[in-house]
DNA sequence: CTTTTCGCCGATAGTACTATCACCGAATAA
DNA sequence: TTATTCGGTGATAGTACTATCGGCGAAAAG
């Protein structure tokens, strides 16, 4: 059990929180062009070289960034899908399986773009990790889909399936880079379209299969 | 003997191109990190300073690679999808509309990666340009889907085509990048789900009326 | 022809940030 | 208590690249 006073520990991992706390500051403020180890410190009230007491460079602090970030809205969107799994006839429950994705990824704008641009760098270990979470999303939201009646039953079906949540994440970053850009200021016209997107591939999925009931 | 004298203007261009083309190949071969101005001249066989003789920086080199890039494949994608609008129940031709951009993006991956990289890059001129283009992109694309039938009567149904153009887009992309990376090796499976995406919203396009209920 | 223009060159100042080092003092262990 | 650990600090060397400058010589202009 922790006790009143500040251990080592408890400071030290105090520290940590307020320089991540910091950098996702300043990504909201002033943005990627802001992120030095010194701004950061600075705006945490450390020193500089304190930095390295906890992180390797900054890409190991952005790594941990998006690590926590998975940790807080990963389970957080995959409620919103299990509640749509629960009633498959709510409309209003599958447009939140979609919404709130959306409203997760437009919450840190700037946070959100630097991890999508991360993706697509091949050459830095942030950009390795960054691959490797989308993976685990991907792999989520393919369970997900099973769990909603989508057939995995064949090799090829599970890879037709994996293909399909890559297609709806990247529809979703794309829909919510349109309405952080100001093209699509309505986000429910955002779920509309993803919806509609979701319910022909969901169509084309099922007929594709040996009929086993109703759909 | 030919005459190798070349005008001035002439003799620049060249040194242009030289310069482009290399940059393009150090791309190819080393990535990114390649990309100095000092790099690109020595493979270009001029020296360093003369880059700042043609490009105001690395990033308005990216600007121009980018612009050439769009002005040469451009062209090859819409025909491929007028061919599709001009034939509509050839499979195949619709196949080949979803194929040919797919190959061009993985022509050369770094450039493809590094200009994905760039559209969401909100701080400088290159990120500016590749949005620009996008936009663009997005526009032409609209015109082949209105020629291809789809509504865009209204203001409202003019910007779901604009999402549906957007949607489209990222996924493609989604799917070049899965396949670069080795997850999708058959191309084919590609444009599978690109077509069956498609398929189903635009059946939802062609079925919706004016006021589109909830589901 | 003479003069001007300008594409290319070698050399280098400038740049702002990163990451390391030895050290301090409080928490912890003995 | 004494000894040890370790999180935090100030100072600074290192870094590799960018962008500019004056000069040269051939093309273009007069």
């Given at each position: 059990m922790?006790d009143v006073?500040?251990?080592?520990?408890?400071?030290?991992?105090l520290?940590?929180?307020?320089?991540?706390?910091s950098?996702?500051?300043i990504?909201?403020?002033e943005?990627?062009?802001?992120?030095?180890t010194?701004?950061?410190?600075r705006?945490?009230?450390?020193?500089?070289?304190?930095?390295?007491v906890?992180?390797?460079?900054m890409?190991?602090l952005?790594?941990?960034?998006g690590?926590?970030?998975?940790?807080?809205?990963?389970?957080?969107i995959?409620?919103?899908?299990?509640?749509?799994?629960?009633?498959?006839?709510?409309?209003?429950?599958l447009?939140?399986?979609?919404?709130?994705?959306?409203?997760k990824?437009?919450?840190?704008?700037?946070?959100?773009?630097?991890?999508?641009?991360?993706?697509?760098?091949r050459?830095?270990?942030?950009?390795?990790?960054a691959?490797?979470?989308a993976a685990?999303?991907?792999?989520h939201?393919v369970?997900?889909?099973?769990?909603?009646?989508?057939?995995?039953?064949?090799?090829?079906?599970?890879?037709r399936?994996?293909?399909?949540?890559?297609?709806?994440?990247?529809?979703?970053?794309?829909m919510?880079?349109?309405?952080?850009?100001g093209?699509?200021p309505?986000?429910?016209?955002?779920?509309?379209?993803?919806?509609a997107?979701?319910a022909?591939?969901?169509a084309?999925?099922?007929?594709?299969?040996?009929?086993?009931?109703?759909?």
């Open positions: 922790p006073t500040l251990s080592r520990r408890e400071a030290k991992d520290t940590r929180r307020r320089l991540l706390g950098a996702l500051r990504l909201d403020t943005g990627e062009a802001g992120l030095s010194g701004n950061v410190c705006s945490a009230g450390i020193a500089q070289s304190t930095f390295y906890h992180f390797r460079n890409q190991d952005l790594e941990a960034l690590e926590e970030a998975a940790r807080q809205v990963g389970p957080v995959r409620e919103a899908r299990q509640r749509s799994s629960d009633e498959p006839r709510s409309a209003e429950r447009r939140a399986a979609f919404r709130v994705p959306l409203e990824m437009c919450a840190h704008p700037e946070f959100f773009r630097l991890s999508v641009r991360a993706r697509f760098d050459a830095t270990p942030l950009g390795e990790a691959r490797r979470r685990a999303t991907r792999a939201l369970e997900d889909l099973v769990a909603a009646g989508l057939p995995a039953d064949t090799p090829e079906r599970a890879l399936l994996e293909m399909v949540a890559d297609g709806v994440t990247s529809m979703t970053e794309a919510a880079i349109g309405h952080l850009d093209r699509y309505d986000i429910e016209e955002c779920v509309d379209v993803l919806v997107f979701f022909g591939v969901r084309q999925l099922l007929g594709d299969q040996p009929a086993s009931g109703q759909g």
